[in-house]
C-alpha cells in the first residue's frame, strides 16, 4: 500500500476559505478510480508550527498514485487548493 499525505497552510486562515478548500478535497471521494482511503482533519492546536488541513490518502501502489496524481478530477482541485493555500508539504510511502 502507497499512503500520501499532504498538509496545507492557508493563505488566509478563515471559516469560508477553511471551507472551500475542505469541500475541493471532499470532491475526491468516490471519483477517482484509484483513490483507495480518503481522510481529512482541520488543526485544533494552531501552533505556529501548524499547517491547517491534512489529508491522507492510500493506494494500492506506485502507479496508482501516479494515476490520481494526473487525473481529470484531481487537477481542479489541485488548482483550487493551490489559489487558497500559501505551503503545501507531501509525504508519500510505501507499507505492508
Known amino acids: 500500500m502507497v499512503k500520501h ?3 496545507f497552510k492557508l493563505a488566509e486562515k478563515n471559516q469560508e476559505n ?4 475542505m469541500t475541493a478535497l471532499n470532491s475526491l471521494r468516490g471519483n477517482i ?3 483507495k482511503f480518503l481522510e481529512l482533519g482541520n488543526d485544533f492546536l494552531g501552533s505556529e508550527r501548524s499547517y491547517d488541513i491534512v489529508l491522507t490518502a492510500h493506494f494500492d501502489d506506485l502507479e ?3 494515476v490520481y496524481a494526473d487525473h481529470k478530477n ?3 482541485v489541485v488548482d483550487k487548493v493551490r ?3 500559501s505551503a503545501s508539504i507531501v509525504v508519500d510511502y510505501q507499507t505492508e
Request: glycine share 0%; proline share 5%; aromatic share 0%.
Open 5 to 7: 499525505i499532504v498538509m
Open 18 to 21: 477553511m471551507d472551500q478548500v
Open 33 to 35: 478510480e484509484t483513490l
Open 64 to 66: 496508482d498514485l501516479k
Open 74 to 76: 484531481h487537477l481542479p
Open 83 to 85: 489559489s487558497l493555500c
